[in-house]
């Protein structure tokens, strides 16, 4: 197969590179760099089965020759990206997802979109099913993502039903590893970089909100069998390895022998920030045999190891 990836100088993106080249296939990787990083597929350049576009999807996307599969993956992720780029989030995830299902059906190509829990939003029901519609604050700082992506959704399923697109949408729960940032702002880099530096860890609220933390190469398995599955609605990914952040926050430390401890942020916690957060993953494991394979502690030492080299 010959795929684009969209996003793929980003953290997932860049993964999910890796994965299909390594399984033989050729990718064109989009990208214009706007909480990405050059460096996570600089390993990439010169390989004959990579091809590099810097690119704005949110503008009309031109990709010559054969495609057979598009995998939009392009958008900010952490929650401190899309409050300081919410128009630019708000743009990728509708016009740029227009653009990239515009593509695949020019192509035609089968198309991903890489969705999130977010669009359950605060969530009443726990844990979330795919058939659970969410509890989303349309005008909260939140908001730009949340609907952003549920705007995604809506447009993937439409062009499923108008055009006969063969579309897949992954429901993303929270997923950690090498080449996230460590300045994106999201719990698992904030919280290694300040243990390496021997500093408290900064728990933001009264740290009883949980999330539920799944390794990267457990995401691009699940998103690996889902394009090849016939299944067009969505599906969760993600674990059942739910933490509240003081928890988080001190298994973090045990890791890392950091002595320092933590310390409540009450007032940096955003509006609206999800109290519970963990996946019904029933449809992933019935519908493409998926299950995590990589335990927390050990996902964790890789990603430390990593963040030591990098830092
Ligand atoms: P990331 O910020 O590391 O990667 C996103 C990439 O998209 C970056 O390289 C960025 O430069 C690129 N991008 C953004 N807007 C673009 C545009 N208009 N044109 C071209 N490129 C653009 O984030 P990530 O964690 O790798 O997330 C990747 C995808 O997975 C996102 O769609 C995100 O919503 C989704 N997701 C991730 C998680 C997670 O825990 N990492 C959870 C849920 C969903
Ligand atoms: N968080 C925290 N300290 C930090 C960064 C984040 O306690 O230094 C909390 C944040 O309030 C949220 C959880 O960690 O409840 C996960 O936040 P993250 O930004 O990683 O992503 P989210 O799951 O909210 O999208």
Redesign the pocket.
């Known amino acids: 197969m010959r795929v684009l990836i969209?996003?793929a100088?980003?953290?997932?993106?860049s993964h999910l590179s890796d994965r299909f080249i390594a399984e033989g296939h050729s990718v064109v990787g989009?990208?214009?760099?706007?909480?990405?990083n050059p460096r996570n597929i600089a390993h990439l350049i010169g390989n004959p089965n990579f091809r590099f576009i810097r690119?704005?999807?949110?503008n009309y996307i031109y990709v010559a020759g054969k495609i057979d599969a598009v995998l939009h993956?392009?958008?900010?992720?952490?929650p401190i990206?899309y409050l300081k780029l919410p128009i630019?989030t708000l743009?990728?995830g509708s016009l740029?997802t227009h653009n990239a299902l515009g593509l695949a059906l020019a192509k035609d190509a089968r198309f991903l979109l890489?969705?999130?829990?977010?669009i359950y939003g605060d969530p009443l029901q726990h844990p979330q099913s795919e058939d659970y519609a969410g509890n989303v604050n349309t005008i909260g700082p939140r908001g730009v993502y949340d609907e952003a992506?549920r705007f995604a959704e809506s447009i993937t399923m439409a062009y499923h039903r108008a055009h006969g697109l063969p579309t897949r949408i992954v429901r993303?729960?929270?997923?950690y590893g090498p080449r996230?940032?460590l300045d994106?702002g999201r719990v698992v880099p904030n919280f290694i970089g300040q243990a390496i530096r021997g500093e408290p860890l900064t728990v933001y609220g009264d740290g009883t909100q949980t999330r539920s933390f799944q390794y990267v190469s457990d995401l691009i398995e699940g998103v690996y069998r889902l394009l090849a599955s016939e299944f067009s609605d969505p599906v969760n990914i993600g674990t059942q390895d739910e933490l509240s952040m003081i928890a988080f926050a001190e298994l973090i430390n045990d890791i890392t022998g950091n002595k320092a401890g933590i310390i409540f942020k009450q007032s940096d916690r955003i509006l609206g920030d999800p109290q519970t957060r963990r996946p019904d993953t029933t449809r992933a494991q019935t519908i493409l045999g998926w299950r995590p394979v990589v335990p927390l502690r050990e996902g964790l030492e890789r990603t430390i190891e990593y963040f030591r080299e990098v830092m």
């Open positions: 969209t996003g100088a980003g953290f997932v993106g989009m990208d214009n760099f706007i909480t990405g690119h704005d999807v949110t993956f392009a958008s900010p992720a952490s990206d630019q743009k990728v740029g890489a969705s999130t829990s977010e992506k993303i729960f929270n997923t996230m940032r994106d």
